[in-house]
């Protein structure tokens, strides 16, 4: 079956533009989790979706915010971007119940520039 | 805020060679994941670990859970080049699917 994809691999913006990543999670899986990784602080929770409804959120500014749809994909945006942002953005898919493994998706690199 | 800490960092080792990687954790959880990442590769998922003493093994590589020491151990059993990676523990907590990672070993396997 299909794995988690995400769009697009690699991007490069300008700091201060804002942008959209997506993510298709397993078919028949509810819940999309958002992750960020970098060098220097490793891998960082964002927030999960379940059935279109934010459950969970992470220490992250406002600036990040996401949402799904009802064929459980799910968008990640980031607006007024710094150049800290500048990091691989990973996305998990399950089923939603709690305790059951996550699959992650090839993230999406973004270079701030 | 849940703290996870991995040790070692990095770990290089020779093939055939045992070793073992620690995940400490900070609060209560029953809920314990381990992945591999490869180089420029996403997440590959290893093991799940619900319960206190749960064990899980697949192929060289081990993983257990002491919720009460809140400790999590993978053990690799004769290690060999293909293992090179590195190694992260995560913890569940809240209602969600929520993970804290721990910082990651990068393992290396030296022929």
């Known amino acids: 079956k299909a794995g988690v994809t995400q769009t697009p691999r690699y991007l490069i913006k300008t700091r201060g533009q804002q942008v959209t990543l997506s993510c298709s999670p397993i078919?028949?899986?509810?819940?999309v989790s958002w992750y960020q990784q970098t060098p220097g602080q490793g891998l960082q929770f964002l927030f999960e979706y379940f059935s279109e409804t934010q459950r969970n959120k992470g220490n992250f500014p406002g600036r990040f915010s996401g949402r799904q749809f009802s064929n459980s994909r799910s968008e990640m945006n980031v607006s007024t971007l710094e150049l800290g942002d500048s990091a691989l953005y990973l996305c998990?898919?399950?089923?939603?119940?709690?305790?059951?493994?996550?699959?992650f998706g090839q993230g999406t690199r973004l270079t701030v520039v | 805020e849940l703290k996870v800490e991995q040790n070692p960092l990095f770990l290089s080792m020779q093939e055939g060679k045992n070793y073992t990687i620690y995940c400490n954790y900070s609060t209560t959880s029953d809920r314990l994941y381990w992945y591999r990442q490869d180089p420029g590769k996403s997440l590959e998922s290893l093991f799940v670990?619900?319960?206190?003493?749960a064990v899980k093994q697949e192929g060289r590589l081990m993983a257990s859970l002491d919720t009460k020491a809140r400790l999590s151990t993978l053990h690799i059993t004769a290690a060999v080049h293909d293992l090179s990676a590195t190694y992260f523990c995560a913890v569940g907590s809240g209602t969600g699917n929520q993970f804290y990672f721990g910082t990651g070993t990068s393992l290396t396997v030296i022929p």
């Open positions: 078919s028949g899986h509810r819940s």
């Open positions: 998990a898919s399950s089923s939603g119940v709690v305790g059951l493994e996550a699959f």
């Open positions: 670990l619900l319960s206190n003493g």
